[in-house]
């Protein structure tokens, strides 16, 4: 009786995921078209790699090397989407407020705190702040002000501007 249960809700579940799937898939084909009526959407262009990145995905604005750019002056510029996903219009009306709202906290935290002494990890491009583990600490590095080390293009270690 058991095995035939068991049988029974395996069937069921095989039955029900390709439905599952084919429902999932129709609202993504959607945002689509949508981004091909706006692709105005402001991503991230990793210049090193050659590849964007849409907003509040993990690499936006995070590498070491890139620049902000509309999608569409992206592809015209021979980059390519991150992991081949072109990035939505919608997703991308919804998220403004919080990739902005990033944006500006952190330039005004930059010019505060700009006279701030960091220690640089040349090897690596990323800034460590006073009072954290690898503030003086690296093989490689230098110190200099906050400012500098922004200036010269140097990113703060996990995305933390000093204080």
């Known amino acids: ?8 809700c395996l069937t069921a579940a095989l039955l029900c995921s390709p439905a599952l799937s084919f429902t ?17 959407v402001k991503v991230w262009v990793n210049t090193h790699s050659g590849v964007y990145h849409c907003p509040s995905t993990r690499w936006y604005g995070v590498t070491k090397s890139g620049t902000y750019m509309t999608q569409t002056e992206a592809r015209q510029h021979g980059y390519r989407p991150a992991y081949g996903k072109v990035c939505q219009s919608g997703a ?32 690596s491009g990323v800034y460590h702040c006073p009072g954290t583990r690898w503030y003086g600490n690296t093989k490689q590095g230098k110190y200099m002000t906050q400012g500098q080390a922004q200036d010269a293009s140097y990113r703060p270690a996990y995305g933390k501007v000093c204080e």
């Open 24 to 40: 999932q898939g129709q609202p993504t084909s959607a945002p689509q078209t949508d981004n091909q009526r706006n692709p105005d």
């Open 1 to 8: 009786m058991r095995r035939f249960l068991v049988a029974v």
């Open 92 to 123: 991308s009306a919804a998220t403004p407020a919080t990739p902005s709202q990033q944006e500006k906290p952190a330039p005004s935290q930059a010019q505060r705190n700009s006279d701030v002494r960091v220690w640089v990890n040349t090897g």
